[in-house]
């Protein structure tokens, strides 16, 4: 008879090679039928949203691959049962893999664009991984025979050992396979890197270079692409080419519109430099950035469409199904974009190419729509965005903020003349002050970079004299202007944004 661990690997192996080919199987039939993304996709989805909001503050943006990984070791833990249970009589393992199967063509079904006939590589995966199983469990690679020989029970152990080892790593192999022809194959990278940004009919203002304050290590005041922040819903990046993009908008209008790519060239292009604001950013969180943006007035667009007066929302819905709710006169601003640029290049893909919303003033989950493909004017007392179903606010407007970024928290600082500095933020409002305060001594302001506008980040820096080794403590606080100071009140970033001032302690050494 075969150990209780040979009959858990037995089932690990068994599931690998239902994943494994599954997504091998699924590259024939497209993005829409992997299993795989398809199950991440639904755990998101039926997440409640306190947990995801706590998945985000504590992971940020590696909070993707910490659900790839947990799902990954729920199935083995869930094949390693399986495994146990599963006997030549009584196949219950089989049976679990069997509902695991219909679990996960419910899964597929359940996205945008699927049919029954993308639910094959699942049923495909799921007769294997059983048919693996059932090999595996049937004794017979491990039956002793007799049970005289010793040395012929060691040998059929290790066999089936290294049969359970093969099974393994023929699913993991097939699965990256599958992965990887699934990627290439829907890959937008060359048809970005043929996109040639529009002519800006209306460029930004230049950022001069006292925003940037000296004789500190802060962030630049323009993110580079790679180092701004991605927080979405979408366990796999949308590949949605030029050619296939189109913007529908609908709902409250005179008349229904819809733009292809090619379309958008008859609006002017316009520049703006816009910091994004994550509303999951806990204080003194990193989930803000502040890039160039080209592209195209929202408010042109929709003029086409002719919007309804009694129309207050919009619902932006992107090309895997997320939804946004903004406010109209949010989008009909003047600085509302479809964006097609960053940074002087085309969208990146995580970043929404080949459009996106960018709305300043807002925040995120609430505006800023990557790879937006509908628009449907409506109002908030008719329809609910994805995250307010979860019980966020119907409006996220951004908060005064500040943040510290040197020193870091438990940083040594030496003896002598320091600098410190961060960053401030209130969107729309633009800031005016910022003051430092060290352990519990008098408020003094800081010296600030200069603004380049309400809708963009401002960098400050403050000169210190460390004389006193030992602990100290650092605090930061934001004035808008308005003339509003930030709040010292902590609060959670549900339902609307957190709230506090951010502080941390330092050593002088």
Not at 145 to 151: E, Y
Not at 239 to 252: K, V
């Amino acid at each position: 008879m075969t150990t209780l661990g040979a009959k858990a690997m037995s089932g690990i192996a068994a599931a690998a090679i239902s994943v494994g080919v599954a997504q091998l199987v699924a590259v024939a039939f497209g993005p829409q039928a992997d299993v795989r993304t398809a199950v991440g996709s639904s755990v998101i989805e039926l997440t409640p949203g306190p947990v995801k909001e706590w998945a985000i503050e504590t992971f940020g943006t590696a909070d993707k691959l910490v659900l790839s990984v947990l799902v990954l070791v729920v199935i083995a833990v869930v094949a390693a049962v399986a495994g146990i249970a599963e006997s030549a009589r009584r196949p219950f393992g089989s049976a679990a893999i069997v509902a695991a199967g219909v679990a996960g063509c419910a899964a597929v079904l359940s996205r945008a664009g699927a049919t029954v006939v993308d639910v094959v590589p699942t049923v495909v995966g799921a007769a294997c991984g059983v048919a693996v199983l059932r090999l595996l469990i049937s004794g017979r690679f491990s039956d002793a025979g007799s049970g005289r020989d010793g040395a012929d029970t060691a040998d059929r152990g290790r066999r089936l050992s290294l049969v359970t080892l093969g099974f393994l790593a023929a699913g993991a192999v097939s699965g990256v396979a599958g992965a990887v022809i699934a990627r290439l194959a829907s890959s937008v990278a060359g048809d970005r890197d043929a996109f040639a940004l529009p002519r800006i009919d209306e460029a930004a203002p230049p950022v001069p270079a006292a925003v940037q304050p000296k004789d500190v290590a802060l962030p630049s005041f323009i993110t580079p692409n790679t180092d701004f922040y991605r927080i979405d819903t979408a366990l796999t990046v949308p590949q949605l080419s030029r050619a296939d993009w189109q913007l529908r908008i609908h709902g409250m209008v005179d008349r229904e519109v819809t733009y292809r790519f090619e379309d958008l060239d008859r609006f002017d292009a316009v520049e703006m430099v816009v910091t994004l604001t994550c509303v999951s950013n806990p204080v003194g969180g990193e989930l803000i950035s502040n890039a160039t943006w080209t592209g195209y007035r929202v408010r042109d667009l929709l003029a086409e469409a002719g919007v309804k007066s009694d129309a207050d929302m919009v619902l932006s819905m992107s090309t895997d199904g997320w939804t946004a709710g903004t406010p109209v006169e949010a989008l009909t601003a003047d600085d509302a974009l479809l964006a097609v640029g960053m940074n002087g290049e085309p969208l990146p893909v995580e970043h929404g190419y080949p459009a996106r919303l960018v709305v300043p003033g807002l925040y995120g989950y609430v505006s800023a729509t990557k790879w937006v493909v509908d628009l449907e004017l409506t109002r908030f007392d008719r329809a609910e965005a994805y995250w307010t179903r979860l019980g966020w606010s119907a409006r996220g407007p951004i908060k005064t903020e500040s943040r510290i970024d040197v020193p870091r928290a438990g940083q040594d600082v030496p003896v002598g003349p320091v600098k410190f500095g961060g960053v401030a933020w209130a969107q729309r409002r633009g800031v005016r002050d910022v003051e430092v305060q060290i352990d519990d001594g008098d408020w003094q302001r800081a010296t600030l970079g200069d603004s380049y506008s309400g809708d963009t980040w401002r960098l400050w820096s403050f000169d210190w004299e460390a004389e006193e080794e030992g602990l100290h403590k650092i605090t930061v606080r934001a004035t808008d202007n308005d003339g509003q100071t930030q709040t010292s009140e902590r609060a959670d970033p549900v339902p609307d944004g957190a709230t506090g001032w951010h502080s941390l302690t330092f050593a002088v050494r």
